[in-house]
């Protein structure tokens, strides 16, 4: 077993560092004060393949592995959270779905217009489906030669600068999980609007917003797989997804750690830097560990992912979980050890901690992914 990273990936990190550091960290609180990414900054990150990175060589993409794009994930998320998920969505959700359960066809009409510039979102969740994906009350009525779909999206990350959505919808509604199925739909198409961008908490400069599907006219061309697939595909989907929420989470962790030790080193009180203090290297060292422990875990998850196993639903889950509820207390000790300080919006600790807490509701709640992993533990 290797622990060394791979070249591609030690290679893109650098890659990632370069662009973060003059052009991200930079600017993340202007972006957090204002709720938005500058469309000059996604179309450099564009140029650098960012947004591409799971899309295959052969249609125009990076085609990196999951190793190598995590800890790019990790990289621009430690930059800012916000737009490491604009980047992570397009990515390891709607590329992703091409890539695993559509057909040749569809990819090709599709990932080359993502890899030159059009992006992606995943419409899964609904006002009364969130974890119970199965409630999904979204239609999708086979009209011989299109399918006809109705219905409201929630929460739809990239939704404002979206080209393409997923949209998962009931093809058959009285045959319940197999009864879903998944459509790409154009954001150009008759009868799909957008809601107001929300005002969030935290990754605020992410675009987030409801979708509303009325009598959109879909290609029967663009079902993503088979007609009662949507399920395999919605759960098949986040294992990739869940993979970038936790190297966001590491990224959210890595940057809250870094401030945690530069300022400990500075802030100066009872004559001596409070570095010197034994709370706050205790402080530090459980930081430190319990972010080492999630790196290996969404590294591990994702190499297990490169390898081609189809099966690591607990792997993915272990990941995200453990990832998402260290960023949140490793956010929340680095807010501590500034003490007034990291309260307020002049050190960056205080949007890592409003930043860390959606790891641990998007892509499943924590609670969500203790139900995966305690099924696949208890069953035969
Ligand atoms: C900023 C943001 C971006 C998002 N982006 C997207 C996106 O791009 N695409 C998309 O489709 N969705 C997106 N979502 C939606 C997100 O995935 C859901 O919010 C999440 O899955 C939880 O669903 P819910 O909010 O309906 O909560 P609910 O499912 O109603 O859960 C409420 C609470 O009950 C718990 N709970 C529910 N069921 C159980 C159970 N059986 N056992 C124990 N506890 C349970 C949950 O863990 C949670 O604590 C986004 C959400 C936000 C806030």
């Not at 996604?42 to 990196?64: S, W």
């Not at 929460?155 to 879903?180: E, H, M, Q, S, Y």
């Not at 917003?209 to 959109?216: F, G, W």
């Not at 260290?326 to 890592?352: F, T």
Request: some cysteine; hydrophobic content about 40%.
């Amino acid at each position: 077993m290797s622990y060394q990273l791979t070249e591609e990936a030690v290679d893109m990190r650098e890659a990632a560092r370069e662009f973060t550091e003059k052009r991200v960290y930079p600017n993340a609180e202007e972006w957090d004060a204002k709720g938005e990414v500058p469309a000059e900054i996604i179309k450099e990150a564009q140029d650098l393949g960012f947004f591409g990175m799971l899309i295959p060589e052969k249609h125009g993409g990076l085609g990196l592995s999951m190793l190598a794009y995590s800890v790019v994930i990790e990289e621009l998320s430690a930059a800012s959270a916000g737009f490491g998920i604009t980047v992570s969505v397009n990515n390891s959700l709607f590329v992703q779905a091409l890539n695993e359960f559509a057909t040749e066809s569809l990819q090709a009409k599709y990932l080359p217009k993502v890899a030159e510039g059009w992006i992606g979102a995943y419409c899964l969740s609904e006002a009364g489906a969130g974890t119970d994906i199965v409630s999904i009350g979204c239609t999708a009525v086979d009209k011989g030669d299109h399918y006809l779909l109705n219905g409201n999206k929630l929460w739809v990350t990239n939704a404002g600068l979206a080209n393409l959505f997923i949209v998962f919808t009931k093809t058959d509604p009285a045959a319940g999980r197999k009864g879903i199925s998944a459509f790409v739909v154009e954001a150009e198409s008759e009868g799909l609007s957008l809601g107001k961008k929300e005002n969030k908490l935290g990754i605020r400069c992410s675009d987030t917003r409801e979708v509303i599907l009325v009598d959109v006219k879909v290609p029967k061309e663009n079902l993503i797989g088979v007609e009662g697939d949507g399920f395999k595909t919605a759960v098949g989907i986040l294992n990739g997804g869940r993979i970038g929420v936790g190297a966001q989470a590491v990224g959210i962790g890595m940057a809250a750690l870094n401030e945690a030790i530069k300022y400990s080193k500075e802030r100066v009180q009872f004559n001596q830097p409070i570095a010197n203090f034994q709370a706050i290297q205790f402080k530090i060292a459980d930081m430190a560990t319990r972010l080492e422990a999630s790196r290996l875990l969404v590294y591990r998850a994702a190499a297990l992912k490169d390898t081609g196993e189809k099966f690591i639903h607990r792997e993915a889950s272990m990941a995200k979980l453990f990832a998402s509820q260290s960023a949140n207390y490793i956010a929340d000790q680095a807010l501590q050890i500034h003490g007034g300080y990291g309260y307020i919006k002049e050190y960056p600790v205080e949007r890592y901690f409003r930043d860390a807490r959606i790891t641990e509701i998007y892509e499943g709640t924590t609670e969500a992914q203790l139900m995966v992993i305690s099924r696949d533990l208890l069953r035969d």
